[in-house]
């Protein structure tokens, strides 16, 4: 909404600048977006009056114009092809400054001397969109004698500042220049005028060939029409054009204009329909029926739906109610009889229509809050009068309706403790009353309880709380009190445990490279049970759409979305993580559990180094480092084994373990991606890991105990195996660990081999074992003593040495 300080000065007089009114605006909580001055960048602008014209001797296009501007005449040179002798322009002169930064100096042009501009509307700063059409590819010409070198702005009605409101959609009753006016008196006190309608009834009679029908009232509770007869159609007044203009408008014509004008005025969205051309004597609303067809004003058939009200003349449509008119209605240059339409739709169906034909308009916009009752025979009775002094019409219509209006005033009931409670104040009720009034409510109180009359201009006003927040926001935010807390004992602020995990693990993903992503906690039905061995789901009873009908159990379904959405774009190296919440049904009558979860993904070559020629395939190992990690930075991994799995149908059967920590608890997994569901995906190949975060942040961490470092040198022992295919390292490596004495540092597998000389089932492990005596250097006897029991012991176990 576009306020212009100038007309809203018709309604109340406000004696401010327009900066301490947008401010004070704004802090009453409707935000002033933009305020813009229209006399900010012009300097020198007059009224001219245009003596002679005559061809310029050296170009075609260009005309030499004697113009008086009110100290002499100047000569002026035009290249307009509407400019005319005995005609009042607006004359921008030497030393004048127009808007973007534009001086006008004495020039010659062609050889003939050029003493100022004369201007179109475009070079005074107007959008050309809403420069009217016989004024678009030439200059501006008043219709009235003006007075040469008087003001042009104020003979424009530019000499004005404008302000863009950014409204929310409960502050519908800011949409008209009426409820801002009301607004302003609530902040600057004063009193509202309303605009001019009473109408000449010297020709008012029954028009009983003329008849209004609502065949549903909840469609359309009232519908009121006003026939407007002898109109004629011609440019309406420079001041209405350039206000339609300030407010965003394009002037078409003075019918088309009026409709406009009054709707800013009142708020109530208006049509004019074409008398000869709606087809019949009886105007009727109804229903659209399927699949029904218009041609909208904008030249567009439309296809209706059963949902979408209509305007008829009985039999078919001619007007899109609440949104737009009928093609074959509109009103032309020809049109000599009117029919004003006020009315009242259902704003549902009116926003439903908008927003399924995409059809926008200033009256959608308005009907889809629902519309104003009291100003509804208002607005018509004004348009009438509007159309009787500027279009020479002749109103010979009473109000022709159908339905009920319904005008009286809701009321809240509410209390001077309510209000102080919830604000912190100490507001007397006569205080409360005076900022009820100033907001025009009328509040009266009867034995300690305050009931407030909410006119329909602010049907928004609902319940309790809304009247203590209008309250509030008058009176001034700024005014209302502030208290430190209380408090008794005093805290260091500080990171609690999981905070800090949190942020450790954090840190060491995206230290590998892995870049955190955030998903939908809902996800498609065929997702659900991915990745998870939970069957159930929760489903939402109104979902979104397909793909976002249920809660998720698993984190790895949207990341593997992630790496899609990627690799589709030509990335094929992805690396993400995500932290959040999977959900567990646990019956109809109990909520769902709620687990944090971490889950990553790892796709195409991690750490590529192109000039060395080096890169880490994103496979299961890669996958398991990065988790490993994790462990290590927890200080958890002395805690966590892995263990082969194959519970999960989309994980690599061969290539995926468990994460198992101490009493078999199973925490999570690490793995490939299956090759046939990372085929169906279009992934090359994918690891993916996902792990329970409860335990690793319940799991706490203990002390850590650090060591000198050792100066005696370590002694290293390689020890290759074969052993049964189905044989695991984890359990190869567990058994050195048992029997390898103390000096046993650290042990670790190096090689495994599977193939030519080694027999079918079988493969050769081999094993680096570490030894260190951190108090004096091992002997060689000393490793021997310790190696050969491990050797033992792993022959028994079935392996043997190669």
Not at 184 to 201: K, M
Not at 426 to 431: A, G, N, Q, S
Not at 695 to 718: C, F, H, M, N, V
Request: charged share 25%; hydrophobic share 40%.
């Amino acid at each position: 909404m576009k306020v212009s300080k100038e007309w809203l000065q018709e309604f109340i007089q406000l004696d401010v600048p327009a900066e301490e009114l947008a401010e004070k605006i704004t802090r009453g909580g409707i935000e002033v977006d933009e305020l813009k001055d229209y006399t900010a960048e012009i300097k020198n602008l007059v009224v001219g009056h245009v003596q002679s014209v005559e061809q310029h001797p050296e170009a075609d296009r260009l005309k030499i114009c004697q113009v008086d501007t009110g100290d002499g005449t100047n000569q002026i040179i035009c290249g307009a092809p509407n400019v005319v002798p005995d005609s009042y322009v607006i004359v921008c002169k030497v030393g004048g400054r127009l808007p973007g930064g534009v001086k006008i100096k004495r020039a010659k042009l062609r050889g003939e001397v050029s003493e100022g501009m004369i201007c179109s509307l475009e070079e005074l700063g107007i959008n050309e969109d809403q420069v009217p059409s016989e004024y678009r590819d030439g200059i501006f010409i008043f219709k009235e004698e003006k007075t040469a070198g008087e003001d042009a702005l104020r003979a424009l009605c530019l000499d004005d500042q404008v302000m863009e409101f950014d409204l929310t959609p409960n502050r519908k009753d800011a949409l008209s220049m009426i409820g801002v006016a009301y607004e302003a008196r609530a902040l600057f006190g004063g009193e509202v005028s309303l605009p001019e309608y009473g109408i000449d009834d010297a020709h008012l009679g029954d028009d009983a060939e003329l008849s209004v029908d609502n065949e549903d009232d909840l469609a359309v509770p009232y519908y009121a029409a006003r026939v407007v007869e002898d109109v004629k159609v011609y440019p309406s007044p420079v001041w209405m054009q350039i206000r339609l203009i300030k407010a965003g408008f394009r002037p078409i014509n003075n019918i088309v204009d009026i409709s406009n004008y009054v709707l800013l005025e009142f708020g109530q969205p208006l049509h004019m329909f074409d008398r000869q051309q709606i087809g019949s004597d009886k105007i009727v609303t109804r229903y659209a029926k399927e699949n029904e067809k218009m041609t909208t004003l904008d030249g567009k058939e439309q296809t209706l739906k059963q949902s979408d009200i209509v305007v008829t003349n009985g039999n078919e449509p001619i007007a899109l109610a609440g949104v737009m008119g009928g093609a074959f209605s509109e009103v032309t240059e020809n049109t000599t009889d009117v029919v004003i339409e006020s009315a009242v739709f259902d704003a549902f169906s009116v926003r439903k229509t908008s927003n399924r034909l995409n059809l926008r308009s200033e009256a959608s916009s308005r009907f889809e809050k629902s519309v104003s009752h009291e100003f509804v025979l208002k607005a018509l009775d004004r348009a009438a009068y509007l159309l009787q002094k500027y279009a020479g019409g002749k109103a010979t219509s009473k109000v022709i309706s159908a339905g009920e209006l319904d005008v009286e005033d809701s009321t809240i009931e509410i209390t001077e403790d309510y209000i102080n409670n919830r604000l912190g104040m100490d507001l007397t009720v006569k205080e409360i009353t005076d900022v009820l009034g100033k907001l025009g409510l009328v509040a009266s109180e009867k034995e300690g309880i305050l009931t407030v009359s909410i006119p329909s201009r602010r049907d928004d006003l609902k319940i309790k709380a809304d009247i203590t927040e209008e309250i509030a926001r008058i009176y001034g935010y700024d005014a209302l009190p502030s208290s430190l807390p209380e408090y008794s004992k005093i805290t260091p602020g500080q990171l609690t445990d999981v905070q800090k995990k949190v942020r450790v693990i954090r840190h060491q993903l995206e230290s590998l490279g892995l870049s955190q992503a955030v998903n939908y906690a809902l996800t498609s039905r065929s997702q659900a049970g991915q990745f998870t061995e939970i069957d159930e789901t929760l489903d939402l009873l109104m979902p979104m759409s397909e793909d976002h009908a249920v809660l998720r159990t698993s984190l790895v379904p949207h990341l593997i979305d992630s790496a899609v959405y990627n690799s589709n774009r030509q990335q094929k190296d992805v690396q993400l993580y995500e932290m959040g919440r999977i959900f567990i049904p646990r019956g109809e009558a109990e909520l769902p559990l709620e687990k944090e979860m971490l889950a990553g993904i790892v796709t195409g070559d991690m750490h590529r180094t192109d000039w060395l020629g080096t890169k880490v395939p994103a496979d299961f190992y890669a996958a398991k480092g990065i988790v490993e990690t994790v462990f290590e930075k927890l200080g958890m991994s002395a805690h966590i084994t892995y263990r082969p799995s194959s519970r999960l149908s989309e994980m690599h059967p061969g290539r995926t373990a468990d994460i198992i920590l101490e009493n078999d608890t199973v925490i999570g997994f690490v793995g490939e991606v299956h090759p046939a569901y990372a085929n169906e995906n279009d992934l090359d190949s994918a690891a993916v890991f996902e792990i329970s975060m409860g335990e690793l942040l319940e799991k706490a961490q203990g002390e850590i105990i650090y060591q000198q470092l050792s100066k005696y040198p370590s002694i290293t022992r390689d020890i290759a195996l074969v052993v049964s295919s189905e044989t695991h390292a984890g359990d190869l490596v567990e058994t050195v660990q048992k029997t390898a004495g103390k000096y046993l540092h650290d042990v670790f597998v190096f090689d495994v081999y599977e193939g030519e000389h080694l027999e079918v089932g079988s493969k050769s492990i081999a094993l680096r074992l570490v030894y260190l005596n951190k108090e004096e250097t091992l002997t060689d006897a000393e490793v021997e003593d310790s190696y050969n029991p491990v050797v033992k012991a792993l022959e028994a176990q079935g392996a043997h040495i190669r």
